[in-house]
Each structure stands twice: as C-alpha cells, then as structure tokens.
C-alpha cells in the first residue's frame, strides 16, 4: 500500500463511519478540487453512488465554468443535489472585512440547508495544510448550537482514534481529507482521473490554485496547463495556495473570524 492508498482508506473510513454514525448526512460540494476528491471517495467508499445528498452554497457570484461544471457532475455523478441561495451582503456582520464578509454569505446558507434538512453531520472537503486555523480541526468536529466552532474545546483524536459518539442534538462537522496535502490530492487526481474546473490549468501565464467568488477570487503567476505540471509546480514553489483568495490578505484573523461562526 502507498502513501495515496492509505490516504484513500483512511478516508473511505472516515466516510462510512459517518454513514453509520449519522442519520441526517450530507455532503457540501463546492465544486473545487478537494471537492471533488471527496465525492471521488464517497462514490468509491459506496460502490458507486453517493448515499447522501450533496449541498451547493449558491453565492451567485462563481465563475460560468464552474456553474457548467455542476449542471455536468451532478448529473454525470447521479448527485441528489440541494442548493442553499446565500443571504444579500446586507445582512452580514459589517465589522468584517468586504472579503471575508462576502464569504460569510455562505456560512449563513450552510446553516440554512442544515436547519431545512434537520441535518445531525455535515461532511466538508478541508484540509489541515490549507491554513493555520484548519490546522486545529478535528476529523469529527462537534459545533455549538448556531454553528460556532471553540478549536480550544475539542476532542483528542490520538493515533487516529476518531470520537463519534456525541450528546443528542450535536450538529458535527466531518473531514475525511483532513490529513491529506494539495500534492496528494492533485496526484491522487491524477491517478483516477477525477474530472476538475479547467480553471486549474494556466492560461496566459496565470491559473487558480484555489476556487471561490469571481469578486473575491485572483489567479496566480503559473505556466502549469496539465495536472503533471501543476505536480511538478507545487513541488517547488513556495507560493500559499490561498494566495489568490482575497480575504486572506484582509486582517490577521479574518479567517479564524469566518470558521468561529461556522464557515467551513
């Protein structure tokens, strides 16, 4: 077994843990590649088809190629799809930056498809090496009662024993690609052929590395056009992968703002 088998494993676990564990699931499917990746797994991890519904926080603000790329997967991918509209900017905490309070939109819609579902778990595609606050996640990660997110107060995971047994009417967050890289999941990519946005790839000698808002959102100085150069790019570079997410230049603790009040 390989370093991606495990990885693999591990996850298609993680993922049938929580498919035993919880009877309200779903799946938040932002259409990036980590995303991606998970439905992967999911499909894998089920022999096939996704036993639970997947949810789109709908901004209104993506780029045309990932709208494409939904109306695509989700039917290709046979997805029980549920799509959240987020809330105007409006009604957003004002003291946060415009970027970070654009983002928000979405941590309100996430709440919205939770409370419209009865949702008990909600799967997410994040990763520990994405951002210093994800790196305090858990795998199965408990949440207050409107979403809030204590990192201080969480429950050990040693030796990849993960808790799942929580009091009733805990909502929990579960990320089975937390310990994985964005070297792994491009080569993990790569070896299963997982379809991705062709925003990826470069073009004019700049491609996204990470996903979000056309707004919100920039690419980044790059001549990576196939997912092998795009391997071999992240294996020397030191650029962060959020260097093009705008909100991450905002203030010092504009994320951890977002992810204490339930973004994912």
């Not at 990885?7 to 298609?12: A, R």
């Not at 549920?82 to 905490?93: H, N, Q, S």
């Not at 419209?116 to 778990?121: C, D, F, I, N, P």
Request: aromatic fraction near 10%.
């Amino acid at each position: 077994m390989d370093h991606l088998d495990a990885l693999e494993s591990q996850s298609v676990y993680i993922l049938r843990e929580a498919f035993n564990r919880f009877d309200r699931l779903a799946m938040l499917w932002s259409l990036g590649k980590d995303s991606n990746t998970m439905v992967w797994l999911a499909m894998k991890a089920f022999f096939g088809r996704v036993p639970f519904p997947a949810m789109f926080c709908d901004t209104g603000k993506k780029f045309p190629e990932m709208y494409a790329f939904k109306e695509r997967y989700a039917r290709e991918w046979r997805l029980d799809l549920r799509v959240g509209a987020c809330p105007p900017l409006e009604t957003i905490d004002p003291s946060l930056p415009p970027a970070a309070r654009s983002s928000a939109r979405k941590t309100e819609a996430l709440k919205g498809l939770v409370a419209k579902y009865g949702l008990t778990a909600v799967i997410a595609g994040i990763r520990r090496d994405e951002d210093a606050t994800r790196a305090k996640e858990r795998v199965f990660s408990p949440r207050g009662e409107h979403a809030e997110w204590d990192f201080r107060d969480q429950p050990p995971e040693l030796w990849d024993q993960f808790k799942t047994d929580f009091a009733p009417g805990t909502h929990v967050r579960i990320h089975p690609l937390l310990n994985w890289t964005e070297l792994d999941i491009w080569r993990y990519i790569q070896r299963e052929a997982i379809p991705v946005v062709d925003l990826y790839f470069a073009k004019g000698g700049k491609r996204y590395r990470s996903l979000g808002d056309t707004d919100i959102t920039s690419p980044v100085a790059s001549q990576a056009r196939t997912i092998a150069e795009i391997i071999a790019e992240l294996e020397r570079t030191r650029t962060p992968e959020r260097a093009g997410r705008a909100m991450d230049h905002e203030a010092e603790d504009s994320f951890e703002r977002l992810r204490a009040a339930g973004y994912m």
